[in-house]
């Protein structure tokens, strides 16, 4: 006996692993929803008629027939009119399912394949053609850069050759009006006022044997820029005294700015 039910048992698990069970049941209550609506939800409070009664005027139906045909064969053509709407529409379904189902899958997912390779194929001519415009941008930056670094050289090759063929002064017409922009243009009349109103003194080294000597103190930003750039000499008197003087430029400069502004 446990052989027999073990059989049983290894016959129905094989059976159920199939998804073709599974498929039918579904359908079939699918199908039947009624069925269930019925027997299951439906309140027992709309029942008109005893229950059994109701339940086969809900579900069940009848075929039409002569009269002349027994109520024997009747009976049996509608049992086998609800067997037949109530089972083989779900077989049919499930045949349905089974054999065009995958055929519906392989087709969606050949679409899905071409549809993917497709955006990748787009994705890959996209990006080639962005790399190859930024190749070109690069391209035509450095170039841009070359023909400006070869446009500077140019230009300092012919400054340097005009510089060769200008004269002092025509040099130094253009470093004062370079001059002219620098933030301490302004101080460069406390170089003018020391050498001019106070004989280039600047500093007293015995400040109590020249206390009565009247000085004007430069600032150090200034004295150094006309120093740096040769308006200026500056000189130690026997270590007592600190003086400046104008170089030949440094007369050009003040000549050149006592022809717009005037000492205080």
Same mark, same amino acid.
């Given at each position: ?11 129905? @698990?094989?059976?159920?692993?199939? &998804?073709?069970?599974?498929?039918? +049941? ?16 439906? @309140?027992?409070? +709309?029942? $008109?008629?005893?229950? =059994? ?10 075929? &039409?027939?002569?009269?002349?045909? %027994? ?17 083989? %529409? %779900?077989? =049919? ?8 189902? &995958? ?79 620098? %933030? ?24 109590? $044997? ?6 004007? @103190? ?13 308006? =200026?000499?500056?000189?130690? @008197? ?23 502004? $005037?000492?205080?």
């Amino acid at each position: 006996m446990e052989g027999f039910w073990s059989s049983v048992s290894s016959w129905w @698990s094989e059976k159920t692993n199939s &998804p073709l069970y599974f498929t039918y +049941l579904g359908f079939l209550a699918v199908w039947n929803w009624k069925f269930f609506q019925v027997i299951f939800l439906e @309140s027992a409070d +709309l029942f $008109s008629t005893p229950r =059994i009664e109701y339940v086969k005027s809900a579900l069940l139906f009848s075929v &039409p027939v002569p009269e002349s045909i %027994p109520i024997w064969i009747s009976g049996l053509i509608d049992w086998l009119a609800n067997f037949s709407w109530h089972l083989m %529409p %779900p077989i =049919i379904f499930t045949y349905l399912a089974i054999v065009y189902l &995958p055929k519906l899958n392989a087709w969606a997912f050949d679409i899905h394949l071409t549809n993917h390779f497709s955006r990748k194929s787009a994705y890959r001519v996209a990006n080639l053609a962005y790399e190859k415009g930024m190749e070109q941008s690069m391209k035509e930056v450095l170039e841009s850069k070359d023909r400006q670094i070869q446009t500077q050289q140019k230009i300092q090759k012919k400054e340097k050759t005009l510089q060769k063929t200008l004269t002092d002064k025509e040099r130094w017409e253009i470093e004062y009006n370079e001059f002219e922009k620098h %933030p301490l243009f302004s101080k460069f009349q406390e170089i003018l006022t020391s050498v001019y109103k106070h004989n280039g003194v600047i500093e007293y080294a015995d400040t109590l $044997s020249f206390r009565n000597k009247e000085i004007l @103190s430069l600032g150090a930003d200034i004295k150094a820029v006309a120093d740096a750039k040769k308006l =200026i000499t500056i000189t130690d @008197s026997d270590g007592n005294v600190t003086k400046i003087a104008l170089t030949d430029k440094g007369r050009f400069f003040a000549e050149k700015y006592l022809e717009t502004y $005037s000492l205080i």
